[in-house]
């Protein structure tokens, strides 16, 4: 169902409102094989030909936790600046969906592996904004659906579908921040800067290729609007999958436009779901939003607990690489240029995380001085 609204200028919806974002990240590991089983998580094979009695949810099957998922996850709260949990568990979340043969999503809940940690992000014109976490925790994908037989691929229309669960059980880690308050009109871009910001961490770390592309790093965009002045959070909505910086900062953009008009009109805003759409830059209604309750969450009975010694997490604190935003501080001093020429060489260029230029020709050097690079 469509519906159309006038939207409200981005300007006039600033002038009445300050907007409240909560950004939702989930990455998929790098890890060689899945969570909770041994079947490999290498992208492109034959469906279904990666799975195993643990992953398809076999009744009697139990599950073993990879300890490079958990390394994984445990590098990503120390470089967010996170408090490590001594002790914690995962959490069964219910619900049926057909690309998820447990019926559950292993996961965690009130006891995430990692908590109260922050971001720093640079926005365009050099300020640093710093983006609170409430917490990162571990927990699996699902498999996936391919529907079949209509004109869009969608479930409508299809005449039938079809599941690969070769994704099923492959390590996810959720990084959720905490309610993001005092951007302003700059709210859609603090959400851009700080994907692209948590994007250049996870693969300084080395622990996914966080191609957002190929799905391997997602983020869902919750947004609310509050009148000026007024303290108590408007109802947020939930715009699920955005899968590129560029529409992270449109949806939050649009979600902002749409509030509004919904708010100016005397409506009212209700907690759902919603999808983007790239050709449009709209969203649209998804699903009303389940509340905690309704997934009974309760402790994984068949793992156990993860209680990383303080040790190993000091170690791993002791071997994380510099921080993306001041190596790039960092490189941008060493080479002498101002930070809207280091912002165009970043535009411009890739470069690796050494630093180096890895534009085309599998050249791979420093700049030598803007513009004078050969490799693009
Ligand atoms: P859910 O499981 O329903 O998605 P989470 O707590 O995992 O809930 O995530 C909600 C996200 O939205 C968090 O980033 C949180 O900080 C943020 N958030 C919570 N309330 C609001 C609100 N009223 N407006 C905007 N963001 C909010
Ligand atoms: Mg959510
Ligand atoms: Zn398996």
Known sequence: ??????????????ASYDP??????HVELGTKTKMFCGCSTELGAEPNSQTCPTCLGMPGALPVVN?????????IGLA???????????????YFYPDMPKNFQTSQYDEPIAFNGYLDVQLEDGEVFRVEIERAH???DTGKSLHVGGATGRIHGASHSLLDYNRAGIPLIEIVTK?????????????????????????ALGVSEARMEQGQMRCDVNLSLRPHGREKFGTRSETKNVNSLRSVERAARFEIQRHAAVLNSGGTIIQETRHFHEDTGSTTSGRVKEEAEDYRYFPEPDLVPVAPSRE???ELRAGLPEQPLARRNRLREEWDVNAHDMQSMLNAWAFDTLGGCIAGRGARHPPPAWGVCGCG
């Open 67 to 75: 300890a490079t998922g958990v390394e994984s996850a445990i590098k």
């Open 1 to 14: 169902m469509t519906t159309t609204i006038d939207l409200v200028s981005y300007e006039d919806a600033l």
């Open 179 to 203: 309610p993001i308050e005092g951007a302003g009109e700059r709210a859609p871009e603090v959400a851009k800067a700080y994907v692209a910001e948590l994007r250049e961490l996870i693969k």
């Open 20 to 25: 409240v974002m909560g950004l939702e990240v």
């Open 138 to 140: 571990m927990e699996e």
């Open 312 to 314: 190993w997490v000091e």
């Open 80 to 94: 967010l600046h996170c408090e490590i949990a001594e002790w914690c568990r995962f959490a069964r979340k219910n």
